[in-house]
């Protein structure tokens, strides 16, 4: 059973948690976050707004949810597992990891749409979710299969099934989910070292 990866030292991952937080109960007291017009005026993403310079939006949206439940189940994933690999990377690595992987996910999205012309307002923590899930399987397959209390297989398997249970739900951004756990493989395998060096940047950042 996989433990809660989350401790008062991974204040970066325990950050974005609040930062989240804050912004959805922003969000809810200014029109609902359930409101696409609401979630569009206050920084979601989509195509036509960032095809004329709203490139900010592919990083707002990463902090913006639809409704209560979207933002649990991405913040459970992210209590799970966030802490884990920002104690693997180290504090300013886990923050390059997660906001790269987000911002990569929306692109991913944005061209997806854009090609398609099948427009949404979209947000959501996921791709940085995914981005981190992938940024772990990476750690793992260069740690020769094993850190700590996570395995390979627990963390392969992890991945398969939220990717998954996106293609089985309707209006899910599974685009974005795929770009964010590709650049999170990509980016984990580029900047992972061994764990006394990743334990050393705890220390430092």
């Known amino acids: 059973m ?3 990866g989350i401790s ?6 325990i950050g974005i948690i609040i930062i989240n937080i804050i912004y959805f109960l922003f ?3 200014h029109g609902g976050s359930e409101d696409t017009m609401v979630m ?46 920002e104690d693997i990377m ?18 991913a999205s944005d061209l997806a749409q854009t090609m398609t012309g099948d427009f949404a307002v979209s947000a959501g923590a996921s791709g940085a979710i995914f ?19 996570l395995n390979l297989y627990q ?9 998954y249970a996106g293609f089985k739900t309707t209006g899910v951004d599974n685009i974005a989910h795929v770009g964010g756990a590709v650049s999170g493989v990509f980016i984990g395998l580029i900047l992972y070292r ?7 940047d705890n220390d430092i950042f």
């Open 90 to 107: 180290g504090h300013f690595k886990f923050f390059i990891i997660y906001m790269l992987s987000g911002i990569l996910a929306n692109i």
């Open 194 to 200: 061994d764990n006394s060096e990743a334990q050393s």
């Open 131 to 149: 981005g981190v899930v992938g940024a772990l399987l990476a750690s793992l397959v260069l740690s020769k299969g094993k850190i700590k209390n």
């Open 40 to 85: 569009l005026r206050y920084g979601a993403a989509f195509p036509e707004n960032i095809k004329n310079g709203e490139y900010y939006r592919l990083a707002t949206s990463m902090f913006m949810h639809f409704g209560i439940e979207h933002i649990v189940n991405n913040m459970l994933i992210l209590v799970l597992l966030g802490g884990k690999l």
């Open 155 to 163: 963390i392969a398997v992890s991945l398969g099934l939220m990717l």
């Open 27 to 29: 969000l809810e007291t």
């Open 8 to 13: 008062k030292r991974n204040y970066i991952t």
């Open 2 to 4: 996989m433990e809660l």
